[in-house]
């Protein structure tokens, strides 16, 4: 940039806040916050600024603010304003199926054209997650051009001071512009007072070797949840403002129309994300935190079904509209904020897997509707749902899904409960994050982290010494070498209302003298018309001495909120962590008005207690009850075979009631 020439501002805002979120009120200051910014840039006739929301948001300010759509339509007509497309529900694209990537798309279109009669040239991409097939992806949409971080381009060689204007990359011949952000406004807030920040770009720029047409882009990329964050940008702003003569501000589209691309490019995957998890690629958090890929392959699963039911042709309206809003469901739990550790909590926030599960159980409800005829029926498949390369068994009635997994001991990985769209099941193992660092461990005590996952119908093999130290603590001495092992699927018997699935396993006991076998035959049952299990287990010693040791079944339970559940044993108001002689454990649920109970045929020692972690929410770390830990436990005495098999029945039911127990 030569003496005398202004500095090309390309300034842009995103924002996302999800669905759920802006349903219960969290962030009306926020809210409150954008309409004010809206309003302030009206004062400034020259200055021009580039807005993404994403679908949710802007929708819900519509509604919640007359001014705000009339202040952008205002801000468009005057050409102050260009507003940014993408996903509707802001998903991270390459996590999701290509034929909803182009729906996200469109209906975000449509969206803007419903509410402003515009239609974007631009796309915004969530960060960090630019694949190089999504170029192709928003082509076929018509969008001509997305900004990514400059981090994207660093490691190509480029020098940051030269990372001005836009470059264009392709796939499979389709072209799409690619502005690289040469500055996150967020940090500038935190380093410089307004009047620094403009000082800084402006010396950061100055006597380069650019040509004077080039543009620098800078996005506040974030909701704006203080007021002193408004305050120090609508300063900015005026100060830019004050200095018309060194900075002019640009549209990305005016800006793409009038200005010839630096040149072609080609950007890999981002190789650094962080994103509290240390991970180098974006998919590796599918592999570090398993209950992310569970609700993924669920994700999937719904896609598959819906899309499925699209292409086929029905005469009948009322089914194309049930598979409409199956759909629009769907496209919800596609939003990207649980599938990572995200700005409000994502995979860690029990009330966002939950919204989550619910839209895509919701969605699979409409479209099984749809195609079943019939009020019971009941449906077994055999598929490698989790992608590990062992198959599961998944059972799915009109009252429940249930996916079971034989290499992880016949354990249930997912457990619908249709007639409430909720995943019992859907807790999280306790992991040490980045976060956690050495002054939260002590203001908290010792963070207790699990040493496996925290599934449901978990077989344990422990020591006589268990207590409720140890189950809490996560220090239960297991007799056996692995806590999880492959059981063999002995029989599938499937009717027309009925399914029985037996399994069967040797269990070493290694911690006992002269490593005694134990032969585990287990039994999951289950019919349509209700939402029972009833599990039958059997154990016989295979050795020729007498062994002892405790039998543990283990449940994780998440009906959250906790302060919504009242805890029963035996019949009896109790929430005991530690009960003797139990035979019974029952969970009311008032908010979502559910009964989750468990029972067995011989009294056991019961322990449960909450899981509990430490989360970064806001910015802010705080603690949150993941769910309930149920471990019934039994003390069992073998003698050598032939003998009599210790046996032992469990039933599981659900039920939706909206009276005291």
């Not at 009306?28 to 302030?40: A, S």
């Not at 949409?141 to 001005?164: A, D, H, V, W």
Request: proline share 4%; with cysteine.
């Amino acid at each position: 940039m030569m003496a005398g020439e202004k500095l090309n501002l390309i300034l842009g805002f995103h924002s996302h806040i999800p669905l759920r979120v802006l349903k219960d009120n969290t962030y009306h200051e926020t809210i409150r916050n954008y309409l004010g910014i809206i309003e302030f840039l009206k004062s400034f006739k020259s200055i021009k600024t580039n807005f993404h929301f994403s679908g949710s948001l802007i929708t819900y300010l519509d509604k919640y603010s007359e001014s705000f759509s009339q202040n952008i339509r205002s801000l468009l007509d005057l050409n102050q304003l260009e507003l940014l497309g993408g996903g509707i529900y802001e998903p991270v694209f390459p996590f999701i199926p290509k034929e909803d990537r182009q729906v996200q798309l469109l209906l975000m279109n449509r969206i803007l054209a419903h509410l402003f009669g515009y239609t974007p040239s631009g796309a915004w991409i969530p960060k960090f997650v630019w694949e190089p097939t999504l170029a192709l992806d928003l082509a076929k949409s018509r969008m001509q051009y997305t900004c990514l971080s400059k981090e994207y381009f660093t490691p190509l060689g480029i020098n940051e001071k030269e990372l001005t204007g836009y470059y264009i990359t392709e796939e499979e011949g389709r072209k799409l512009a690619i502005f690289p952000i040469s500055y996150c406004l967020n940090s500038l807030t935190e380093r410089f007072t307004p009047e620094e920040a403009i000082n800084d770009l402006l010396k950061s720029y100055n006597h380069q070797d650019t040509e004077s047409d080039s543009a620098i882009v800078l996005f506040y990329n974030n909701p704006i949840l203080e007021m002193s964050k408004l305050n120090w940008l609508k300063s900015f702003i005026q100060n830019i403002d004050k200095k018309s003569d060194l900075i002019e501000t640009k549209l990305l589209n005016n800006y793409f129309t009038k200005t010839k691309p630096k040149g072609r490019i080609y950007l890999g995957a981002f190789q650094d994300v962080d994103l509290h998890n240390g991970s180098k690629l974006l998919k590796h958090f599918l592999l570090r935190h398993p209950e992310a890929n569970l609700l993924h392959k669920k994700m999937l699963r719904v896609s598959k079904k819906i899309n499925s039911a699209k292409e086929g042709k029905s005469r009948f309206k009322v089914i194309k509209e049930m598979i409409n809003q199956a759909q629009d469901l769907l496209l919800q739990g596609q939003s990207n904020d649980v599938y990572w550790d995200s700005l409000f909590g994502g995979i860690y926030l029990p009330e966002e897997r939950q919204n989550t599960y619910a839209n895509l159980i919701k969605a699979e409800n409409l479209i099984d509707s749809a195609s079943r005829q019939g009020t019971k029926w009941i449906q077994l498949s055999e598929i490698d749902y989790d992608c590990d390369g062992n198959d599961e068994i998944i059972i799915e009635t009109e009252t429940q899904n249930i996916y079971i997994s034989p290499a992880l001991g016949g354990t249930i990985l997912e457990h619908d409960y249709r007639p409430r769209n909720i995943n019992i099941t859907s807790t999280i193992s306790r992991k040490e994050e980045p976060y956690h660092n050495t002054e939260v461990k002590t203001t908290n005590g010792n963070l207790i982290y699990d040493k496996y996952l925290k599934l449901s119908l978990i077989d344990h093999f422990l020591s006589t010494d268990i207590s409720l130290k140890k189950c809490k603590s996560n220090e239960l001495d297991h007799l056996t070498k692995k806590i999880f092992s492959p059981y063999i699927v002995e029989k599938i018997k499937a009717k027309e209302e009925t399914c029985k699935i037996s399994f069967l396993s040797d269990i070493k006991l290694i911690k006992i003298t002269g490593n005694p076998e134990v032969q585990l035959q287990k039994q999951i049952s289950t019919r349509s018309g209700d939402s029972s299990v009833l599990i039958d287990y059997a154990l016989i010693n295979k050795s020729t001495e007498s062994i002892s040791f405790i039998f543990g079944v283990e449940f994780n339970i998440n009906l959250s909120p906790i302060n919504e559940c009242n805890c029963y044993i035996d019949g009896e108001p109790n929430n005991s962590q530690e009960s003797k002689n139990i035979k019974q454990f029952l969970i009311q649920n008032k908010l979502h008005k559910i009964n989750f109970s468990i029972s067995w045929t011989k009294e056991s020692t019961l322990f449960q207690y909450p899981l509990e972690t430490i989360i970064l929410k806001d910015q802010k770390l705080e603690k949150i009850i993941q769910g309930i830990t149920l471990l019934p436990t039994w003390l069992v005495k073998l003698e050598p075979e032939p003998s009599i098999p210790w046996e032992l029945s469990i039933k599981q039911e659900i039920n939706s009631s909206q009276e005291e127990i």
